[in-house]
C-alpha cells in the first residue's frame, strides 16, 4: 500500500524518546478502540436500512481502555479514570516489553515515523467521530432540552446544580447551537492531515470547558470529556515547540511533518474510506439526528398527549378514601399541583421526600417512559408518570417515570415537613393511605386488552419517517411485568378547564380530584426551536 519514503526529518530519535512512543502506541491504540464484545455485535447487528441517530451515536461513542480490573483499581474508581490508569500500566509494562525484545534481537529502529504517522491516523479519526456524535447533539439542540412545565414550576432550590446548568443551556438554544457547531467544526478538520492542528486545538479548548463545568457543577461526563482533551493534547504535542516559536519568540518556523507515499490501490483506499467516513457520520448521522430533533427527541417523550388536558392546572379538591383532605402545603398526601405536558406525562408534587433521578435523563432502552430529563435534578417531592391514554373511555393508565437503576447516582432527597396525614378514615377504621408492596397492576395485564385496543402501539405513534428498527425492537423487548408504581385513573372534562380525575392510586387507595386550568405567564420567552411535534 506504501512505500517506504526519505523525510526531510529523517533523524534518529533519542533512546528515551523511543521508549515514550512505545508506551504512547499501545496506550492511545488501547484507548482509541472499543473495549467490549457488546460494541462488535451492536455493529454487526444494524439495520441499515432503518437506523436511529442512537446506532451511529453508540458507533461513534464506545468504551475504550484496558479494563481487566473492572471500573476500579486500588479499591477505588479514582472518580471515574481508574481505566485510564490500568491503561497506562499495562502500556508502561508493553512499552518496556518491547524495548527489551528490540534490544535482545538488535533491530532497534533510528526512528519510527511511520508508525507515529499511522497512530495519529487513528487517534485523529477517533476523536473525530466521537466529537462528532457529541456535537450533534447540541447542533440540534436535544442534549438539553428547553424546560418542560413541571421543571418551570420547580423551586429554584430544588434543583441540582449539574440540572441547573442543563436548564441554563436549554433556555438559550442558540448557544447550544453554538456550542454543536464548534465541536462539529472540530471534529471535521481532525478528518483532514493539514487541517489536524486547528481541530485539535478547538477539541481542547471546547473540551476543556466542558471538563471543569462537569466537575464545577457535579456533571457525569467529566472522564468522557477529558476524553478528548486528552486525544487532542496527543496531537499537539509536536506543534506546541513550533507554536511557542512562532507566537511568543516571534521566529520563523518551517512546520515538518513525515507522510508516507501511497501507490495508486493505496491511494484509492484511503480517498475511499475517509469518503465513507465523511459520509456517514456528516451526512447520514446530521440527517438522523434532524429526525430525531423534528419526531422523537431522546430527552423528551415522543408521543404527545391528550390536547385538551394540556397545561397547569391548581388542585383544588382532593378525596382519598372519599376522605376530604383540605389545602396543607406540609401535607405529605396531598397533591399540591398538577401538569399535563404537552407529550405523555403527567405530574404532580407532593411534601414528600422522593428517590433523586441523577442521571441523564436520556434512558435506554429508549421507550418513553424511560426518557426522564423531567424528574432528574429535581428534588421538592416531584413525582412524574407516563401515561396511556385511552380516549375512548377517557381513561389514563400511568406507570413512574422513576426506576431504581444500580448504575444511576440515585440518592433520596427532597422535602419533609410534619403536618402529613396521618389520621384513620372511614367507618373500617383504615388508614387513608395503604401500603401494598403486591400490588396486582405490577402484572403485564393491568391495561386491560379492550384498552390497549383503543390506545394503540405506542411504537407507531410518531412520524412514520422516525420510526427504527431500534425503536422497534426497543418497545418489543419491553417488559411486561415491571415493577413501577402504576395507577389508573378516569378523566371528565369539557373544555380542559375544569378536569375530574377518578379512580385508585398507585397504593390502591381511592382517589377524587378536582383540577383547575391556571394560566402560568414565565419570564422566560418559549423556544421557537424546541424538539418534537406534538
Known amino acids: ?85 490500568t491503561t497506562v500500566l499495562i502500556a508502561t509494562g508493553g512499552g518496556l516489553l518491547w524495548t527489551w525484545i528490540v534490544k535482545l534481537r538488535k533491530t532497534e529502529r533510528a526512528e519510527y515515523f511511520g508508525l507515529y504517522y499511522w497512530l495519529r491516523v487513528v487517534v485523529r479519526y477517533r476523536a473525530g467521530i466521537g466529537i462528532i456524535g457529541f456535537g450533534f447533539t447540541k447542533l440540534l439542540p436535544v442534549q438539553m432540552p428547553y424546560p418542560s412545565l413541571g421543571i418551570l414550576n420547580t423551586n429554584f432550590g430544588d434543583l441540582t446544580a449539574q440540572k441547573i446548568y442543563w436548564l441554563s443551556i436549554g433556555i438559550v438554544p442558540w448557544y447550544q447551537i453554538f456550542a454543536g457547531v464548534v465541536e462539529v467544526a472540530a471534529g471535521t478538520l481532525l478528518f483532514f492531515r493539514r487541517t489536524t492542528t486547528l481541530g485539535a486545538i478547538l477539541l ?93 427527541p431522546y430527552k423528551q417523550p415522543a408521543v404527545a398527549g391528550v390536547k385538551v388536558l394540556r397545561g397547569n392546572y391548581n388542585v383544588t379538591e382532593f378525596r382519598i378514601n372519599d376522605q376530604v383532605i383540605p389545602y396543607n402545603p406540609l401535607d405529605t398526601v396531598r397533591w399540591q399541583e398538577a401538569t399535563f405536558e404537552n407529550w405523555s406525562t403527567f405530574t404532580f408534587r407532593v411534601n414528600k421526600p422522593h428517590p433523586l433521578d441523577l442521571s441523564n435523563g436520556g434512558g435506554d432502552p429508549q421507550r418513553d417512559v ?31 417515570k422513576y426506576k431504581a437503576i444500580p448504575d444511576r447516582r440515585n440518592r433520596t432527597a427532597g422535602v419533609g415537613g410534619d403536618g402529613g396525614t396521618d389520621v384513620n378514615l372511614g367507618n373500617d377504621k383504615t388508614p387513608a393511605v395503604t401500603r401494598n408492596d403486591k400490588d396486582e397492576r405490577q402484572q403485564e395485564d393491568w391495561i386491560p386488552a379492550a384498552a390497549r385496543k383503543n390506545i394503540g ?13 431500534r425503536r422497534k425492537r426497543d418497545y418489543a423487548a419491553a417488559p411486561k411485568n415491571e415493577k413501577r408504581q402504576r395507577f389508573v385513573v378516569q378523566y371528565q372534562t369539557t373544555d380542559g378547564n375544569h378536569v375530574i380525575l377518578t379512580g385508585t392510586d398507585e397504593n390502591k387507595n381511592r382517589l377524587y380530584v378536582v383540577l383547575d386550568r391556571v394560566d402560568r405567564h414565565y419570564a422566560l420567552t418559549p423556544s421557537s426551536l424546541q424538539a418534537g411535534k406534538y
Request: hydrophobic letters at 50%; zero cysteines.
Open 1 to 85: 500500500m506504501t512505500k517506504a519514503a526519505p523525510s526531510p526529518v529523517k533523524t534518529a530519535w533519542k533512546g528515551y524518546e523511543k521508549v515514550l512512543f512505545r508506551i504512547a502506541f499501545i496506550f492511545f491504540i488501547a484507548i482509541s478502540i472499543p473495549n467490549t464484545p457488546e460494541w462488535y455485535a451492536q455493529l454487526i447487528a444494524l439495520d441499515w436500512r432503518h437506523l436511529n441517530y442512537r446506532d451511529l451515536y453508540d458507533i461513534a461513542r464506545f468504551g475504550s481502555g484496558i479494563n481487566f480490573f473492572g471500573n476500579k483499581i486500588f479499591g477505588t474508581s479514582l472518580l471515574g479514570y481508574a481505566n485510564w490508569l
Open 370 to 400: 424511560n426518557r426522564t430529563f423531567e424528574i432528574t435534578g429535581l428534588a421538592g417531592g416531584q413525582r412524574a408518570f407516563h401515561y396511556y391514554a385511552d380516549e375512548v373511555e377517557h381513561t389514563l393508565y400511568l406507570e413512574d
Open 204 to 296: 481542547a479548548a471546547a473540551l476543556g470547558d466542558i471538563v471543569y463545568v462537569n466537575f464545577a457543577y457535579d456533571g457525569g461526563v467529566h472522564v468522557y470529556s477529558s476524553y478528548f482533551v486528552l486525544l487532542a493534547g496527543f496531537l499537539l504535542v509536536n506543534d506546541v515547540p513550533n507554536i511557542y516559536r512562532l507566537l511568543v519568540q516571534e521566529k520563523p518556523v518551517v512546520p515538518v511533518n513525515y507522510y508516507p507515499v501511497f501507490n495508486r490501490a493505496g491511494k484509492a483506499l484511503r480517498i475511499g474510506l475517509k469518503s465513507f467516513t465523511i459520509f456517514l457520520f456528516l451526512g447520514v448521522l446530521f440527517y438522523l439526528q434532524l429526525i430525531n430533533f423534528l419526531y422523537d
Open 457 to 469: 402501539d405506542e411504537y407507531g405513534k410518531i412520524a412514520s419517517i422516525a420510526l427504527s428498527a
